[in-house]
């Protein structure tokens, strides 16, 4: 009964490596999200989605992409990895309501190490 | 500086003590929402605000918007062990878009 699942959980690689996280809800929400936190826990909203279109897109390399197949996916692709991307991504999704958005259901969160 | 400030970073309690965590920002906060996020783990969704002078309870956490919707704090009554964790305030401060910004985050402790 997972409502947001990501895969992996844990992601180690080599710096200038190509890699992805998958993200899938199944809440029949409308809207994803991902998020960065850093090693002092801080959490940052990068992107998020809207019935697959793109709302919100934050100060982010262009080595990150987002791409959203169908409501229920938003996956995470980062090009040429570097040593501080080294964080916990997390995914998260919400459903749009009459008073505007709505709580954010998170994730477990995708560890990436980059040695 | 953060857009939403939180104070404590951290906290430690003894079991069954009161605690109260604050969440503040010089912005309107449209929502303000309550997580708790265990080490290792994703964010537990806990309590949303959004009127002025609104207070929600689940259990022995309180939650409480002021009325100018720039502050909100987290009580937790006789803390317990399970209460540990990260608690972080999340609040949108662009007027409704669904972009949160997150406050720094504090760390509870609770001794047995």
């Known amino acids: 009964d997972t409502a947001v699942s990501q895969t992996p959980k844990y992601l180690v690689t080599q710096m200038g490596n190509d890699k992805s996280i998958k993200c899938e809800q199944n809440l029949g929400h409308d809207t994803m999200y991902w998020y960065k936190q850093d090693s002092k826990k801080f959490l940052k909203i990068m992107f998020s989605?809207?019935?697959?279109?793109?709302?919100i897109n934050e100060t982010v390399p262009n080595r990150f992409s987002p791409k959203s197949p169908d409501k229920a996916h938003l996956n995470l692709h980062i090009n040429s990895l570097e040593l501080g991307d080294s964080a916990v991504y997390f995914c998260?999704?919400?459903?749009?309501?009459?008073?505007?958005?709505?709580?954010?259901?998170f994730g477990p969160g995708t560890r990436l190490t980059v040695l | 500086s953060q857009e939403l400030e939180q104070s404590p970073q951290s906290l430690i309690v003894q079991e069954g003590k009161n605690l109260t965590i604050n969440c503040t920002s010089s912005?309107?906060?449209?929502?303000l929402y309550w997580y708790k996020q265990k080490y290792g783990e994703g964010l537990i969704f806990l309590m949303m605000l959004q009127k002025g002078g609104e207070e929600k309870s689940h259990e022995k956490i309180t939650a409480k918007l002021d009325e100018k919707k720039q502050q909100s704090s987290l009580h937790i009554t006789a803390s317990q062990p399970s209460h540990a964790g990260i608690y972080l305030c999340?609040?949108?401060?662009?007027?409704?878009?669904?972009?949160?910004?997150f406050g720094q985050g504090t760390t509870l402790q609770v001794k047995p």
């Open positions: 989605y809207n019935n697959k279109e793109l709302i």
């Open positions: 912005k309107t906060l449209y929502g």
């Open positions: 998260a999704s919400s459903q749009t309501g009459t008073s505007g958005f709505n709580e954010q259901f």
């Open positions: 999340g609040a949108d401060l662009s007027g409704n878009t669904g972009k949160l910004i």
